[in-house]
């Protein structure tokens, strides 16, 4: 099956640079409702009933004005949510990185033999998330009849999904999407 996931639009977290994880549920401001229309536009030809969505709302409110292109429905998902960054979530970004720098040292070295298993206090690692994604994939697999799936969700599970599958990094842009065959 096709997945098409892509990001949810911009927040004021996103403008701040604040850790917005999974603990941190705010919805998309002015500009990322604009993207996320550009990315229903984009998304036009594309022949789908039902997106699945994270349950958070930056995602959600995305899923909502993309599925409004083609009257699709939006079914929120356990699974989808962004990765919780644990102890780091709220802070800003650049004081994340000083006061967890070897935590992300060690999350960014695809080579360290941690990197898929160590986490931010009271966050979860990149092996968790990719566990919970992959289970609602296999859900949404299961439920799906045609040969594509859409799906709402977040940068940082998105590059985590990514890296996986692709052996690649890319980090992404607010209301962007890639294609994976699952």
């Known amino acids: 099956m096709l997945f098409y996931i892509f990001r949810h639009g911009e927040t004021d977290g996103n403008v701040k640079n604040i850790v917005q994880g999974s603990g941190i549920d705010i919805p998309l401001n002015e500009h990322g409702k604009e993207q996320a229309a550009a990315l229903r536009d984009i998304f036009a030809d ?40 644990g102890d780091a979530e709220g802070m800003l970004s650049a004081e994340a990185h000083i006061k967890y720098a070897d935590i992300l040292k060690i999350i960014r070295d695809i080579h360290h033999p941690e990197f898929k298993h160590v986490k931010i206090p009271h966050g979860e690692s990149v092996q968790d998330s990719l566990n919970r994604a992959y289970k609602a994939l296999d859900y949404i697999k299961s439920v799906e009849k045609g040969s594509r799936a859409v799906v709402a969700s977040h940068g940082a599970l998105m590059y985590n999904l ?21």
């Open 162 to 182: 990514y890296l996986d599958r692709f052996g690649l990094r890319h980090p992404f842009a607010n209301c962007e999407y890639f294609v994976m065959e699952y």
């Open 46 to 85: 594309l022949d789908f009933s039902t997106i699945y969505s994270s349950r958070m709302i930056r995602a959600r409110q995305t899923a909502e004005i993309v599925a409004s292109g083609q009257g699709a429905t939006v079914i929120s998902l356990d699974g989808l949510e962004e990765v919780h960054f």
